[in-house]
Nanobody, 123 residues
Framework: QVQLVESGGGLVQPGGSLTLSCAAS????????MGWFRQAPGKAREFVTA????????LYADSVKGRFTISRDNAKNTVYLQMNSLKLEDTAVYYCAGRLGPPRVGALAYDRWGQGTQVTVSS
């Protein structure tokens, strides 16, 4: 069964940090580009970041550059999202996604998705 399972979400104060994880199974993770997207209430799903299958290429949305870092451990079939200096506007459900091919910013380019994990930034 092809699965992506996110974890690590929670409540954090502005300026705080959080690390999300996404564990993959059912497909050759080491051949897969992995991405993170997020969706806030009443808003469309938006691209956050993506990393190529060997980690050599990363893409970031302008809104998170310098604050978020994507990484992966192919031996553990896991991709991570380190989020620092969190802002109120980072509050959203964060989704992990995978695709076979180079990193892309469009959600339609990804063919498998996790269920999401809630990140709430609040004082």
């Amino acid at each position: 069964q092809v699965q992506l399972v996110e974890s690590g979400g929670g409540l954090v104060q502005p300026g705080g940090s959080l690390t999300l994880s996404c564990a993959a199974s059912g497909r050759s993770f080491s051949s897969e580009t992995m991405g993170w997207f997020r969706q806030a209430p009443g808003k469309a799903r938006e691209f956050v970041t993506a990393i190529s299958y060997r980690g050599g290429t990363t893409l970031y949305a302008d809104s998170v550059k310098g604050r978020f870092t994507i990484s992966r451990d192919n031996a553990k079939n896991t991709v991570y999202l380190q989020m620092n200096s969190l802002k109120l506007e980072d509050t959203a459900v964060y989704y992990c996604a995978g695709r076979l091919g180079p990193p892309r910013v469009g959600a339609l380019a990804y063919d498998r998705w996790g269920q999401g994990t809630q990140v709430t930034v609040s004082s």
